[in-house]
Structure formats: structure tokens, C-alpha cells
């Protein structure tokens, strides 16, 4: 389980322009279930996202994993649970325009012990999961919005991480693509990983992948329960 106990985030602390995005959240995620955190732009959801997938860290509260706190942990340590644990898949993708598909894939893998040959052969191991093989040396932007997609949820799993945390994930989709999108959610989910995602749109809230709808506005939880 993953525990968030009296969360909040300021951003600009001090400053004029301080403002809290995440003010005193208090919520529990259970491992091997798919959460939505739904709500408003604004509203907090990447914020908490990301203090949660140990990107960033809370101004206040504490955040566990099962019983570990990691909220003050020192940074390598911080990264290493990252590494390990979550897989990330951002709104616009965040792939590295002028590396090939395959160095894409790779980039979260890094810093790393392992042999380039072996990282290289997970990797494309990866890609032919989504039938990217045949494109693993071609640039990233010669790539279809789909296949960059698929590119995206590759890179999310190449460290084989338990929990996959997905950015309003349909942002920048069409509904087949949308569609095509939680339809991977759900073959990951029946591999057993945890799912957190983000979004506003009704493909994926509503979706019967939902087992929990966490309704976030102005910073704060309004409601959470399974989908109605
Ligand atoms: N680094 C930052 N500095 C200052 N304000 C920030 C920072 N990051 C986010 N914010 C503000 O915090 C609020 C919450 O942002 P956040 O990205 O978490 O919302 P969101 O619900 O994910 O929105 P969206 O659905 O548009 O992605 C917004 O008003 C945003 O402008």
C-alpha cells in the first residue's frame, strides 16, 4: 500500500506569489489496483502524482511505501526507490527528440551496472511487446502519435517497475488511441501492477479498469470510493 498522511505541497514558499497546490491530503493506495485521480486542471493532480512516484517531495505530511516513509529519505536513496518501483508515462510523452526509439526506451534504465548489450536486449524486448522492434533505431519524431505512445508506456516499463503512474495519459489522444491506451492499462493490470493514473477525461475515469475515482479540487480530496 502506498500512504499519503497529511500531504501538502507550497510552491514559491515565503515569496509573493507562494501558493499550495496540495493542501493536507490524506489518502491510501492499494498495490495491484488501478486508481484515477480525477479532477479539474489545476486542481493538484500532477503535484500529488509526483510526490507520490518519489519526483518530488512534500512541503508537509509523510508518504509511505507499505511501511517505509520515504518522505525523508536523502536523495540517492529517493532516486533508487524511483527507479525501481515506478514507471512514468507523461502527458506529452516526454521522449528525446533526435534519440532513436530504442535509446528512448533506455533512458530510464540509467545509471546502471548492466551491460549495454544486455540493457539492449530488454530493451527490445520491450518495444516488441507493443510491435516497435522493427522501429527501434528509427528517431523518435519519424514515429506515428501512436506508436510514440506505445514508445512512451515501453519506456515506462523497462525497469519492470510494480506501479505505473500515467499523467493524464489520454491529454494528447484521439478516442481510438485513447481507447488502445487503457486497453495496455488493463493487460498490465491483469500482469498484477498497480496503476495510478491522472486524467479528466471520461475514457479513462469511467472506464471499468477504475477500481477507485479520487476526486481532487483546489488541492484537496472531495471524494473517493469506486466508481459509481
Ligand atoms: N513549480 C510550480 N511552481 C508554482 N506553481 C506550480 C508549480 N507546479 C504546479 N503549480 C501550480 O499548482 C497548481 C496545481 O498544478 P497541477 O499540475 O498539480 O494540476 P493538475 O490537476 O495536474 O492540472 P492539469 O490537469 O492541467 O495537468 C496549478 O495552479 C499550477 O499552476
Same mark, same amino acid.
Given at each position: 500500500?502506498i500512504? &499519503? ?8 514558499a515565503?515569496?509573493?506569489?507562494e501558493?499550495r497546490?496540495? +493542501?493536507?491530503?490524506?489518502l491510501?493506495?492499494d498495490?495491484? =489496483?488501478?486508481? @484515477? ?20 517531495r512534500p512541503? &508537509?505530511?509523510?508518504?509511505?511505501l507499505?511501511? =517505509?516513509e520515504?518522505? +525523508?529519505?536523502?536523495? =540517492?536513496?529517493l532516486t533508487?526507490?524511483?527507479r525501481r ?9 516526454h521522449? $528525446?527528440?533526435?534519440?532513436?526509439v530504442?535509446?528512448? $526506451? ?8 548492466e551491460?549495454?548489450?544486455s ?9 516488441a511487446?507493443f510491435?516497435?522492434?522493427?522501429k527501434?533505431? &528509427?528517431?523518435?519524431?519519424w ?12 519506456? &515506462? ?5 510494480a ?7 489520454t ?6 488511441? +485513447?481507447?488502445?491506451f487503457m486497453?495496455?492499462m ?7 501492477k498497480?496503476?495510478i493514473?491522472?486524467?479528466h477525461?471520461?475514457? @479513462? ?8 475515482? @479520487? ?6 480530496? @472531495?471524494?473517493a470510493?469506486a466508481?459509481?
Open positions: 500500500m500512504t &499519503a498522511r497529511n500531504v501538502s505541497k507550497t510552491f514559491n515565503g515569496r509573493p506569489n501558493f497546490a496540495v +493542501s493536507d491530503v490524506t491510501s493506495i498495490l495491484g =489496483r488501478t486508481t @484515477v485521480l480525477k479532477g479539474p486542471s489545476g486542481s493538484g493532480k500532477t503535484t500529488l502524482l509526483g510526490m507520490i512516484g518519489c519526483m518530488s512541503s &508537509a505530511g509523510r508518504i509511505f507499505g511501511e =517505509r520515504i518522505t +525523508s529519505l536523502p536523495e =540517492r536513496f533508487s526507490i524511483r518501483t515506478f514507471g512514468f508515462i507523461f502527458q506529452q510523452f521522449l $528525446v527528440k533526435g534519440l532513436t530504442l535509446e528512448n $526506451v533506455m533512458i530510464p534504465a540509467y545509471p546502471t551496472p551491460r549495454l548489450g540493457l539492449q536486449k530488454r530493451a527490445l524486448d520491450t518495444l511487446m510491435n516497435l522492434e522493427g527501434a533505431g &528509427a528517431k523518435i519524431e514515429l506515428s502519435g501512436g506508436e510514440a505512445q506505445r514508445a512512451a508506456i515501453a519506456r &515506462a516499463l523497462i525497469n519492470d517497475p506501479i505505473i503512474v500515467a499523467d493524464e495519459p491529454a494528447h489522444l484521439d478516442t481510438r488511441l +485513447s481507447h488502445e486497453g495496455i488493463r493487460t498490465l493490470k491483469g500482469e498484477g498497480t496503476i493514473l491522472s486524467s477525461d471520461p475514457i @479513462v475515469y469511467d472506464s471499468d479498469l477504475a477500481d477507485r475515482i @479520487v476526486e481532487m479540487r483546489d488541492g484537496r480530496i @472531495v471524494a470510493g466508481p459509481s
